[in-house]
């Protein structure tokens, strides 16, 4: 079974037209979740525009993090296989990056490429668990927490902070690192912490090289923000209401939207594993998962699993982009969430299914309805 | 006196940027009633969603007003806005003279890019009040932003100019400012985050960042001097001008001319 209507077992056809009629009379349309492969997240972008909607990504708050630094003062990162073959120096923030397979591997070998090819490499930690298996140097955070603690090795590695300090040789080993990365989750440090962070390796950048290096998110978040670079020319938390894309990542944030009671119907894409908000139960919402069980909406279709029912352009951690996923002989059913998002298209694209009839239809066809 | 009263809850969040009273003026009831509002694909206008009343005056009254009203205000260079309720965000978006006055509260980034002019909003204001939007240059200015009670976290973020005085607010106060002055009873932890230059007066704060240092008591001229160009506007915060200050200097993590002045003992 493949399709559920209000919990009941329904067919593909029905559960479609359920989900056409849900969204055709919306509002205030909101598209969230945005976790699955690129194909069928740009079938969201192009459906959003055809009814209006705004759209917002599982990783929003975490990936927003990381945009708002770069759009307010850049950011020179580099990613897990070139840090692998460079690094003679890997500094991991907080807690996060110890629960990563990139820390691990990191921590397995040495650089064979570059200036700092040969030499050992050394794991150094600020604010971590101080566990695990990876041997690594700890220094504390202190109780001002993480993005405190960055700021303060900001100001030791710029030499505005003297004298003796717990992070002054951690400052010292950043400096005289012939290849530093630091490694964080923008969801820990926040946005604040993140743009310091790369404030840190631009001042270190004045006399050696070191580059960031973000964790990315479980959800796909790093790909949808180039489907939306390429599709919109903005960030994911974009809003197709007045025709053209508006970019508000506070007013497009799917869980805000739902609280305000402003979102009156949703789409949640979840071809992948993704965590349920609460509130697709409570605005009427159509549901595409991978993983269906039939209650999570008020309408209930299933996809296929990107890169396990079918070949699928996914987000690729270690080369952090966007890269192809072949499947051996793809499974026919269920097909990609991008073949449903594109029926829909075409049911509401169409005149037949335009939801507004206009008051004034002859003297102005865009306009009309009121409060 | 020009009046719109909003006639019931708007069912999406509406968008006022650019209702003032010179856009206003030259325009009849019929004219403004047609003018674009809505967020959504339904296209609301003005006249959809408020009664209007206009005489071509420099004053504008928003009456009835709610949380779902965002920008109002925006690009205001004269005259005078009065609200009766609370808004949305972005009030007083890069408004460059006039003054805005609001009885309710604001939603987030009131006064972002605001580069002249006064808004004074009576009740709370949401986060990054006086704050710089996504990517943005900078928050407030160059205007003066005065919020009578709580503002929320990251008052002053990225601000470049102007005055912010206010009773309350959250964490991260004067967050990555470049320039400017936040005049606060009480602000919470880490003022000052990222701060290049600038300067924040507390009567009470949180915990400060390793990156402030302490440069002494200070008594400056300018303090007082400040004191007297607010005592109009706020003579309680112009009294804390006139105490004794002890003074940190900060954010040492980036340029560090930035300072923080809380009265001593």
Redesign the interface.
């Known amino acids: 079974m493949t399709a559920w209507i209000d919990g009941r077992a329904a067919t593909r056809e029905d559960a479609v037209a359920a989900a056409a009629s849900l969204l055709a009379g919306a ?2 349309p909101v598209f969230a979740g945005l976790c699955a492969e690129a194909a069928s997240v740009q079938a969201a972008f192009d459906l959003a525009r055809t ?2 909607a705004s759209l917002d990504p599982a990783a929003g708050s975490a990936l ?1 993090a990381d ?2 630094a770069l ?2 003062g850049g950011a020179m990162t580099t990613t897990p296989a070139e840090a692998r073959g460079r690094a003679d120096v890997v500094l991991a923030l907080g807690a996060a990056p110890w629960a990563s397979d990139i820390l691990t591997e990191l921590a397995t070998d040495g650089p064979v490429r570059g200036r700092a090819s040969g030499r050992p490499r050394a794991v150094l930690a600020l604010g971590g668990p101080g566990a695990g298996s990876v041997q690594h140097v700890a220094y504390p955070a ?1 109780e ?1 927490g993480l ?6 090795l ?2 030791l590695v710029a030499g ?2 003297a004298g003796p300090h717990p992070l002054a040789d951690l400052a010292t080993r950043l400096r005289d690192a012939l290849y530093g990365v630091i490694l964080y989750d923008p969801a820990e440090t926040g946005a ?1 912490g993140a ?2 962070l790369n ?1 840190l390796v631009k001042d270190l950048n004045e006399t050696t090289r070191c580059f960031a290096l973000p964790l990315g998110d479980l959800h796909q978040g790093r790909a949808v923000a180039q489907i939306a670079a390429w599709s919109t020319g903005q ?1 994911p938390r974009v ?5 053209t894309p508006e ?1 508000d ?3 497009f944030d799917a869980g805000r939207q739902a609280a305000a009671g ?1 979102a009156d119907a949703a789409l949640w894409l979840a071809a992948l594993p993704t965590p349920l908000p609460a509130w697709t139960r409570t605005v009427p919402t159509v549901a595409l998962l991978g993983a269906p069980k039939g209650d999570e909406a008020q309408v209930v279709i299933g996809v296929g699993v990107p890169g396990e029912a079918f070949g699928a352009a996914l987000w690729h951690p270690r080369r952090a982009a966007i890269a192809w996923h072949a499947v051996d002989g793809p499974q026919p059913v269920p097909g990609p969430a991008a073949a449903i998002l594109a029926d829909l298209q075409a049911r509401l694209a169409s005149p037949a299914e335009k939801p ?1 009839p206009a008051k004034n239809p002859t003297t102005n066809p ?6 | 006196m020009s009046i719109l009263t909003l006639r019931e809850a708007p069912p999406e969040r509406l968008d006022l940027d650019g209702l003032t009273p010179a856009a206003l003026a030259g325009l009849s009831e019929a004219e403004a009633a047609r003018l674009p509002v809505g967020t959504s694909r339904r296209g609301l206008t003005l006249g959809d969603c408020f009664a209007i009343s206009l005489d071509g005056s420099d004053e504008l009254r928003i009456v009835g007003a709610t949380e779902r009203l965002d920008r109002v205000g925006a690009g205001l260079s004269a005259g005078r806005i009065v609200v009766e309720g609370d808004v949305g965000q972005r009030l007083g978006a890069g408004m460059t003279g006039g003054t805005l006055t609001v009885s309710g509260s604001a939603g987030p980034f009131a006064g972002t890019a605001a580069k002249g002019g006064t808004i004074r909003i009576a009740g709370n204001a949401g986060e990054s009040a006086g704050g710089a939007l996504h990517g943005a240059e900078a928050g407030l200015d160059g205007a003066t932003l005065m919020i009578g009670g709580t503002a929320g976290e990251r008052l002053g973020d990225r601000m470049r100019a102007g005055l912010i005085v206010v009773k309350a607010a959250g964490a991260h106060v004067g967050s990555r400012m470049i320039a400017g002055t936040i005049v606060a009873e009480a602000i919470g932890d880490h003022p000052g985050y990222g701060m290049r230059r600038g300067t924040l007066v507390a009567a009470r704060h949180g915990a400060l960042l390793p990156t402030f240092v302490e440069t002494g008591r200070q008594d400056l001229v300018v303090l007082k001097l400040l004191a007297t160009s607010i005592q109009a506007l706020v003579p309680e915060a112009a009294a804390l001008l006139r105490a004794p200050m002890r003074r940190y200097g900060g954010d040492l993590a980036t340029l560090g001319k930035g300072e923080l002045f809380t009265p001593v003992g």
């Open positions: 509002r205030s009814i209006g927003y945009l708002g759009a307010s202190g001002a993005a405190a603690a960055i700021g303060l900001r100001g505005r902070v604040l743009e310091m404030g960030g809003g197709f209401g007045r025709g970019h990542p506070w007013r402003e507004f865009e306009r009309s309805a009121s409060c």
